[in-house]
Nanobody, 129 residues
Framework: DVQLQASGGGLVQAGGSLRLTCTAS????????IGWFRQAPGKEREGVAC????????YYADSVKGRFTISRENAKNMVYLRMNSLKPEDTAVYFC??????????????????????WGQGTKVTVSS
């Protein structure tokens, strides 16, 4: 089946770290842009980070820049999101998603959820103060 599975969420103290994993089935992650999104209670789902398959560039929302790192491990068909210096405002359900063919055509597309065509179920991250 063609699907994504996000895992690695949990409860973390502020200042701590987590690594989320996005595992792909039915396609290879190096053939697609993979993004991480998050949705906090009462808020819109927002783009967090993505990684390009064409040039390897990474993109981050300002709110996580310098703290989060997205990376690929192509041999395992996985994409990771390393989250350091976690803050309570990072609490959300985190989703990984595969970019559609318009991602990269315009700058906003990297963070636009409507440009992603395959989604994982999400994994919950809770950061306590």
């Amino acid at each position: 089946d063609v699907q994504l599975q996000a895992s690695g969420g949990g409860l973390v103290q502020a200042g701590g770290s987590l690594r989320l994993t996005c595992t792909a089935s039915g396609f290879t992650t190096h053939d697609a842009i993979i993004g991480w999104f998050r949705q906090a209670p009462g808020k819109e789902r927002e783009g967090v980070a993505c990684i390009s398959n064409t040039d390897g560039r990474t993109y981050y929302a300002d709110s996580v820049k310098g703290r989060f790192t997205i990376s690929r491990e192509n041999a395992k068909n996985m994409v990771y999101l390393r989250m350091n210096s976690l803050k309570p405002e990072d609490t959300a359900v985190y989703f990984c998603a595969r970019g559609g063919n318009k991602v990269g055509y315009y700058s906003e597309s990297y963070y636009a959820r409507h440009e992603y065509d395959l989604w994982g179920q999400g994994t919950k991250v809770t950061v306590s103060s």
